[in-house]
């Protein structure tokens, strides 16, 4: 009797072993199902919340010409008023097409400047070697005041509170930057919304995701030195002490450095 009564535990136990095990196996793909389901709804509810609307940016700036003789006094004797202006500004000036000038340079902000003060010339009519350098550096430092305040409208916009003048004036640069046809501010407020919307439903840290996402293309507007955009956004971002959970956001966001 003993023994049978032990052999029947022994099965007994076995078969609760093997319900169990079958149980847990049923629960886990149930788990991977949901999850992988919900992760979607979590996604989806994150890009809407981020959609925004895409404006196109183009890496030459045009200007139009109501009078084709203008561009007569913008080369100037010799073409020393055109060589003034582009060593001024750092752009190239194309003047082939009729009735426009083409402004080029990998530089946005230069080619604002250069923009802007163009602009003032042709009104001014005085397009001279010496008025050329006066126009431009007026207009360096009055672009240099937009970007230190667009700067602080796209932390605000963002959220992010306590950012360097530097990095702010950084940010401002996301004005006159577009990248794959969409303007690098639209583009990095659209991933703070979908990024920190993602934090809270997951339970991330918000204000990480935050900069992570504001900053992570930062170094498609540092222009005075060489290397990928994600190499020199990493390096500007150390040199300000941002967190190095920040820091990693921007060096892994293209896997060159795995997450």
Not at 45 to 65: C, P, Q
Not at 69 to 92: M, P, S, W
Not at 154 to 166: M, S
């Amino acid at each position: 009797f003993e023994e049978a009564k032990r052999q029947l535990l022994s099965e007994a136990r076995i078969d609760a072993q093997e319900e169990i095990a079958r149980i847990i196996r049923e629960s886990e793909e149930e788990a991977k199902v949901t999850a992988d389901i919900k992760a979607r709804e979590i996604l989806a509810d994150a890009l809407r919340h981020g959609a925004l609307d895409i404006l196109s940016e183009y890496t030459v700036s045009i200007i139009k010409l109501t009078d084709e003789d203008v561009k007569g006094r913008i080369i100037g004797k010799e073409g020393r008023n055109i060589r003034a202006f582009e060593t001024a500004t750092g752009v190239d000036v194309g003047l082939d097409e009729e009735g426009i000038i083409r402004l080029s340079s990998f530089d946005s902000v230069r080619r604002e400047i250069a923009r802007r003060s163009l602009e003032l010339l042709i009104k001014d009519t005085r397009i001279q070697p010496i008025r050329i350098e006066e126009v431009v550096e007026q207009q360096k430092k009055e672009v240099t005041g937009i970007l230190m305040e667009e700067g602080r409208k796209i932390a605000a916009e963002a959220g992010a509170l306590n950012i360097h003048p530097d990095l702010l004036s950084m940010l401002g640069r996301f004005k006159f930057r577009s990248s794959f046809g969409q303007n690098l501010v639209v583009h990095s407020l659209e991933l703070v919304k979908i990024g920190t919307h993602l934090a809270v439903e997951i339970g991330a840290n918000v204000e990480i995701v935050r900069l992570g996402c504001l900053f992570h293309d930062i170094g498609k507007v540092v222009s005075d030195k060489e290397g990928s955009h994600v190499q020199l956004g990493v390096e500007l971002l150390q040199k300000y002490k941002m967190p190095r959970e920040v820091i990693n956001a921007v060096a892994e966001h293209h896997e060159d450095k795995p997450f």
